[in-house]
């Protein structure tokens, strides 16, 4: 699967991600084996939950925002798992490295200890205008996250990328140069316009309720 980096400290990466093929496949929905005895704390589960940017799309108390609701969801933790390591554009995939099982687990039972009467549903994300282009859907289609994390905290081959704020001539210029070795920086994968936004949405941080 291709995979997307940014500017000439990323060259050590270039040999880790596979340049075979021009465009990433959609993950696939997998059977998981869940480990057993598996321990959670809900408190930590809160604090991951604004950590890992859930809540810029769930709302601060996951009662809902750009996506839907968790707070006291009825899947199973098996099936809660599986929706976040085969998520599909706009949402990345969130794989171990992103996101452990217990992590994970943790959040689970804090979104099953939610008051949802007391918390309200003050501070809501408001749902982003049908048809934009988000930067984090690029980040995602195009396969960036393989390499540098669901929302671009890094990985153990390539480096964070959030908060970048080098002028668009200068990393469209490094990018190019290095399309030889991956095609993902071709103006044919990635044209100006994807990347502008692309780039702007690093630059806020990689806020995954940030747009073009």
Avoid at 67 to 96: C, V, W, Y
Avoid at 171 to 183: D, E, P
Wanted: with cysteine; proline share 8%; net charge positive.
């Amino acid at each position: 699967m291709k995979r997307f980096f940014f500017g000439m400290l990323l060259i050590s990466a270039v040999a880790a991600c596979d340049t075979r093929a021009p465009a990433p496949p959609r993950p696939a929905p997998s059977e998981m084996e869940l480990s057993t005895n598996l321990k959670g704390n809900p408190v930590e589960g809160s604090q991951l939950y604004r950590e890992k940017q859930c809540a810029a799309c769930h709302g601060p108390t996951a009662l809902g925002g750009i996506g839907k609701q968790l707070a006291h969801t009825d899947l199973s933790f098996k099936q809660f798992l599986s929706k976040i390591r085969n998520a599909l554009p706009p949402k990345p995939a969130m794989n171990e490295n992103d996101l452990s099982e217990t992590q994970a687990y943790s959040i689970y039972l804090w979104l099953q200890a939610i008051d949802t009467e007391s918390s309200g549903r003050a501070g809501l994300q408001p749902a982003i205008p049908a048809g934009q282009t988000l930067g984090i859907q690029i980040w995602s289609e195009k396969g960036c996250a393989q390499c540098h994390g669901a929302f671009a905290q890094g990985g153990p081959h390539a480096p964070a990328l959030a908060g970048q704020n080098y002028p668009f001539e200068r990393q469209r210029a490094l990018m190019r140069r290095s399309a030889g070795q991956n095609q993902v920086h071709s103006d044919k994968y990635i044209p100006d316009d994807l990347l502008k936004r692309l780039l702007d949405w690093l630059r806020r941080g990689a806020d995954p309720a940030s747009g073009c």
